[in-house]
């Protein structure tokens, strides 16, 4: 069975930082694209990043390009999102997902709130 | 990276058919055939329903169709059910190797 689980998320005063990770299982992580995916409160979904099978290739949305960093451990079946400079907008459930555009797993997201 | 546009919600009676549409540019829903499209519930995660402009993952019911025009894809539920009642967003990739969202449709089945 397939399992994604998000951790790493809680309460951060802008300007902070703080690290997701999301631990795989059930699936050859490393053949897969993985996503991340936010959704702030009451709000729609929000493509974050992505990153290859081997970790050498990283895209982001504009919003978050120079303070977020996605990457990868393959060995430990884990991918992380480095948030750095936190703002206020960046408030959301995180969801990490395998693959670009068909996302077929999701875990069950982890909720960062930045507020002083 | 401006989001796909979908009409903030869409209605429809039990057993009838609607449509959701999600409009983008020729450097996205327009350049590809990665347009795919999710189903949410109210504090779940979303389920993929449709990826690569039509196709459906096993498990999803065929009363669920996708197609796609120029900068339009769109999403079809037949025989509408009250289990249907969601949040239905689109996604495609884009020419800058990114990822767009739309912005989210609500089916409410009346």
């Known amino acids: 069975e397939v399992q994604l689980v998000e951790s790493g998320g809680g309460l951060v005063q802008p300007g902070g930082s703080l690290r997701l990770s999301c631990a795989a299982s059930?699936?050859?992580?490393?053949?897969?694209?993985m996503s991340w995916v936010r959704q702030a409160p009451g709000r729609g979904l929000e493509w974050v990043a992505n990153?290859?099978?081997?970790?050498?290739?990283?895209y982001y949305v504009d919003s978050v390009k120079g303070r977020f960093t996605i990457s990868r451990d393959n060995a430990k079946n884990s991918l992380y999102l480095q948030m750095n400079s936190l703002r206020a907008e960046d408030t959301s459930v995180y969801y990490c997902?395998?693959?670009?555009?068909?996302?077929?797993?999701w875990g069950q997201g982890t909720l960062v709130t930045v507020s002083s | 990276q401006s989001a796909l546009t979908q009409p903030a919600s869409v209605s429809g009676s039990p057993g009838q058919s609607i449509t959701i549409s999600c409009t983008g540019t020729?450097?996205?829903?327009?350049?590809?055939?990665?347009v795919s499209w999710y189903q949410q519930y109210p504090g779940k995660a979303p389920k993929l329903m449709i990826y690569e402009i039509s196709n459906r993952p096993s498990g999803v019911p065929d009363r669920f169709s996708g197609s796609k025009s120029g900068n339009t894809a769109s999403l079809a539920i037949s025989g509408l059910q009250a289990e249907d009642e969601a949040d239905y967003y689109c996604i495609s990739y884009t020419t800058s190797r990114t990822v767009v969202f739309g912005g989210g449709t609500k089916v409410t089945v009346i």
């Open positions: 997902a395998t693959n670009r555009t068909r996302l077929v797993y």
């Open positions: 020729s450097s996205d829903v327009g350049a590809y055939d990665y």
């Open positions: 990153i290859m099978p081997d970790g050498s290739d990283k």
């Open positions: 059930g699936f050859t992580f490393s053949k897969y694209w």
